[in-house]
């Protein structure tokens, strides 16, 4: 079974930044042969792709509104994905998930992913 854990997520003051975390785990789960996502729901809306990254950690695809702003990488040897967000607006608070699909390509479609993490709240003050 897979767990993924998010952590990080907290209070920041509009323009400040905050780095996510997602560290995986799992005895029949290979991190560093599947992509990952971020996804992110605020209360009252859908969950909502933030980015991605492909196995390797070269190839990432952002939400244009994140674009410029958040930066996802992975280190496969700690098994764990990182959101760098920067220049936070009140827009992106929001629950932040991660999750992992079974595939090495990256996707931006919620259904496409097979495991979820328990998710980490982001609040942004302004």
């Known amino acids: 079974q897979v767990q993924l854990v998010e952590s990080g997520g907290g209070l920041v003051q509009v323009g400040g930044s905050l780095r996510l975390s997602c560290a995986a785990s799992?005895?029949?789960?290979?991190?560093?042969?599947?992509?990952m996502g971020w996804f992110r729901q605020a209360p009252g809306n859908e969950r909502e792709f933030v980015g991605g990254?492909?196995?390797?950690?070269?190839?990432?695809d952002y939400a244009e509104s994140v674009k410029g702003r958040f930066t996802i990488s992975r280190d496969n040897a700690k098994s764990t994905m990182y959101l760098q967000m920067n220049g936070l607006k009140p827009e992106d608070a929001a629950v932040y998930y991660c999750?992992?699909?079974?595939?090495?390509?990256?996707?931006?479609?919620?259904?496409?992913?097979?495991?979820w993490g328990q998710g980490t709240r982001v609040t942004v003050s302004s």
């Open positions: 990254i492909n196995w390797s950690g070269k190839i990432t």
């Open positions: 999750a992992g699909r079974d595939y090495s390509n990256l996707s931006s479609r919620a259904g496409s992913f097979t495991s």
């Open positions: 799992g005895r029949t789960f290979t991190f560093s042969t599947v992509a």
